[in-house]
Nanobody
Framework: EVQLVESGGGLVQAGGSLRLSCAAS????????IGWFRQAPGKEREGVSC????????YYADSVKGRFTISSDNAKNTVYLQMNSLKPEDTAVYYC????????????????WGQGTQVTVSS
């Protein structure tokens, strides 16, 4: 059974940092990519970043480039999203998902999703 468990969310002031984790199990980690998405109240889910576990290639949404860094620890089957210089507009539920990292962040490219972790950035 594929499982994705996000953690690390919380409340932080603008300009602060958080590191999200996505612990994966139930599939061959090296064969797939992990993507991070987020969804704010009343808005559509949007892609944030993704990483290919096989070759380490990464993509970022323009809105987070230079502030967020995605990384993967294949030994732990875990992907991290380091979020720096957080802004109130980064407030959302953050989800990780397993699928293909093409950079287009199309939700249908991802087959399994975690339950999400709340990130709230206060101004």
């Amino acid at each position: 059974e594929v499982q994705l468990v996000e953690s690390g969310g919380g409340l932080v002031q603008a300009g602060g940092s958080l590191r999200l984790s996505c612990a994966a199990s139930g599939f061959t980690f090296d064969d797939y990519a992990i993507g991070w998405f987020r969804q704010a109240p009343g808005k559509e889910r949007e892609g944030v970043s993704c990483i290919s576990s096989s070759d380490g290639s990464t993509y970022y949404a323009d809105s987070v480039k230079g502030r967020f860094t995605i990384s993967s620890d294949n030994a732990k089957n875990t992907v991290y999203l380091q979020m720096n210089s957080l802004k109130p507009e980064d407030t959302a539920v953050y989800y990780c998902a397993v699928g293909e990292c093409t950079g287009f962040f199309l939700t249908y490219e991802y087959d399994y999703w975690g339950q999400g972790t709340q990130v709230t950035v206060s101004s």
